[in-house]
Nanobody
Framework: QVQLVESGGGLVQAGGSLRLSCAAS????????MGWFRQAPGKEREFVAA????????YYADSVKGRFTISRDNAKNTVYLQMNSLKPEDTAVYYC????????????????WGQGTQVTVSS
């Protein structure tokens, strides 16, 4: 069992930055790949970024590539999403999730999910 708690969301102007954190409970955190997803009102859940258990492999959606950076600190059981050059279309609830095997952009392959943190980007 893994519990995930996201934080760091908020209201920011277009062009600004936010850093999301996802703190995990449980001693097996370092064995999971981790992903960030987002969901805007009326839209389907969308893949954002993923990172392997070691941090050596990362994967990004085209819409955020070059602007967002995913990282992790296994000693702190935490994964991060640094978001720069934010756009109004980045507005959504952001979720982190665990994957038992590898980085993936398929949300249904992920096992445990946090409750999400709201990110709102004003124009």
């Amino acid at each position: 069992q893994v519990q995930l708690v996201e934080s760091g969301g908020g209201l920011v102007q277009a062009g600004g930055s936010l850093r999301l954190s996802c703190a995990a409970s449980g001693r097996t955190f370092s064995s999971y790949a981790m992903g960030w997803f987002r969901q805007a009102p009326g839209k389907e859940r969308e893949f954002v970024a993923a990172i392997s258990w070691s941090g050596g492999s990362t994967y990004y959606a085209d819409s955020v590539k070059g602007r967002f950076t995913i990282s992790r600190d296994n000693a702190k059981n935490t994964v991060y999403l640094q978001m720069n050059s934010l756009k109004p279309e980045d507005t959504a609830v952001y979720y982190c999730a665990t994957h038992r095997d590898h980085v993936s952009d398929y949300w249904y392959e992920y096992d445990y999910w946090g409750q999400g943190t709201q990110v709102t980007v004003s124009s």
